[in-house]
């Protein structure tokens, strides 16, 4: 049973920088896509980044530049570093995991673990 747990999210500034971390469950990044996406009131769910087993990334396009998606495969922490906020990023944030056992893409497909997600809040 895959496991997702966030923290670090909070209220911050336009402009500021906050780092999302995501605990998983042991030994999954390296059979699992890994993602983090967002959800603002009264909006659909947003997949925001994602990576793959290997370390290849994808961003949607708002984000790019602005944030960084990574893992540490020895602490089994994924991470969303996030810079140059805006309001527009405000959202609860989650933390999703997805089989990969034949190693396709992790971008623009459905995701079967999620987090109980952590609130971003840029003023």
């Known amino acids: 049973h895959v496991q997702l747990v966030e923290s670090g999210g909070g209220s911050v500034q336009a402009g500021g920088s906050l780092r999302l971390s995501c605990a998983a469950s042991?030994?999954?990044?390296?059979?699992?896509?890994m993602g983090w996406f967002r959800q603002a009131p009264g909006k659909e769910r947003e997949e925001v980044a994602t990576?793959?087993?290997?370390?290849?990334?994808s961003y949607t396009d708002s984000v790019k530049g602005r944030f960084a998606i990574s893992k540490d495969n020895s602490k089994n922490t994924l991470y969303l570093q996030m810079n140059s906020l805006r309001p527009e990023d405000t959202a609860m944030y989650y933390c999703?995991?997805?089989?990969?056992?034949?190693?396709?893409?992790?971008?623009?497909?459905?995701?079967?673990?999620w987090g109980q997600g952590t609130q971003v809040t840029v003023s």
């Open positions: 999703a995991a997805r089989p990969n056992w034949f190693r396709s893409r992790c971008y623009n497909v459905p995701y079967n673990y």
């Open positions: 042991g030994g999954i990044f390296s059979t699992h896509c």
């Open positions: 990576i793959d087993s290997k370390g290849s990334t």
